[in-house]
């Protein structure tokens, strides 16, 4: 059964960071693409960053900079380092393992990302 469960979320202060995780089971998760998503309120959902499983990564050019993805095969993990955080980053964020010939599409269910002073 793959599970696709994101946590690391809160409350932060502008330019202050946080670090989310996405742990990702039942799939061969060296060679899965993973990537993270957000949605704030009254927008679509927009992709943050990608990870392939050769560690090949594209950002957003609203968090290139910033933010930097990476995992870790042994723990199944793929992680989001955010820093440098701005209000206009707050948002849900949701991990995405996309459709492909060993698996359909999975979302995480979201975690909270608040940025405000």
């Known amino acids: 059964q793959v599970r696709v469960v994101e946590s690391g979320g809160g409350l932060v202060q502008p330019g202050g960071s946080l670090k989310l995780s996405c742990l990702a089971s039942?799939?061969?998760?060296?060679?899965?693409?993973l990537g993270w998503y957000r949605q704030a309120p009254g927008k679509q959902r927009e992709l943050v960053a990608r990870?392939?499983?050769?560690?090949?990564?594209n950002y957003a050019d609203s968090v290139k900079g910033r933010f930097t993805i990476s995992r870790d095969n042994a723990k199944n993990t793929v992680y989001l380092q955010m820093n440098s955080l701005k209000p206009e980053d707050t948002a849900v964020y949701y991990c995405?393992?996309?459709?492909?010939?060993?698996?359909?599409?999975?979302w995480g269910r979201g975690t909270q990302v608040t940025v405000s002073s």
């Open positions: 995405h393992l996309p459709r492909s010939s060993l698996t359909r599409e999975y």
């Open positions: 990870i392939t499983g050769g560690s090949n990564t």
């Open positions: 039942g799939i061969d998760f060296r060679i899965s693409i």
